[in-house]
C-alpha cells in the first residue's frame, strides 16, 4: 500500500472532518416550553410569552410533542391530520359524533362508517376521550 505524503494526509483528515460535521449533535439551546403566540400556542423559549393552556393546543403542535388528540374535541381540520383520516373521514367522525354523541372509547371509532376494526386499533394511541387531558397531566400545566 502506497504511504501518503504528510500534506495529502492532512487533506484526507480535513475533508473526513468537514463530511462528518453533520452527524455531531447539535450545541442544546435554552429550554422550550408551548407559549401563546399571536397565531395561537406554539413551542418557544421558555419565558418569551405567558404559557399556553394545555386544552388548547392545537393537532399541529400536539403531534409535533406526540400528544394524543381529544376525539371529543378535535374539530375535523385536525381530525384529518391523522394518518389514514382524509378530510371525508375526519367529516364522518364529527358527523357521527354530533349525531350520537361523544365517544365512549378510540376504539368506538369502528360505529364510523369507513372506519373499520384495523383503522380504529391504528388510531387508539393517537387518540383520548374524556375530559382528563393526558398532555396536562404530563405537562403539569393548566388545562384552561
Do not use: K
Not at 410569552?49 to 375535523?76: T, Y
Not at 383520516?85 to 364522518?92: C, K, S
Not at 354530533?98 to 362508517?113: C, D, I, K, Q, T
Amino acid at each position: 500500500m502506497p504511504r501518503l505524503g504528510p500534506a495529502r494526509a492532512l487533506v484526507w483528515a480535513a475533508l473526513a472532518a468537514a463530511a462528518l460535521a453533520p452527524l455531531r449533535p447539535p450545541a442544546a439551546g435554552p429550554p422550550l416550553a408551548v407559549v401563546t403566540g399571536p397565531s395561537g400556542c406554539r413551542l418557544a423559549a421558555a419565558g418569551d410569552a405567558p404559557a399556553c393552556p394545555c386544552g388548547s393546543w392545537g393537532a399541529g403542535l400536539r403531534r409535533v410533542l406526540g400528544l394524543p388528540l381529544p376525539l371529543d374535541r378535535a374539530n375535523s381540520a385536525d381530525l384529518a391530520t391523522l394518518p389514514g383520516i382524509g378530510a371525508a373521514r375526519a367529516a364522518a367522525i364529527v358527523a357521527e359524533r354530533e349525531a350520537n354523541g361523544p365517544f365512549a372509547s378510540p376504539e368506538a371509532l369502528e360505529r364510523v362508517p369507513g372506519i373499520g376494526p384495523v383503522t380504529a386499533a391504528r388510531l387508539v394511541p393517537l387518540l383520548f376521550t374524556g375530559p382528563d387531558d393526558p398532555a396536562c397531566a404530563a405537562a403539569g400545566v393548566d388545562p384552561g
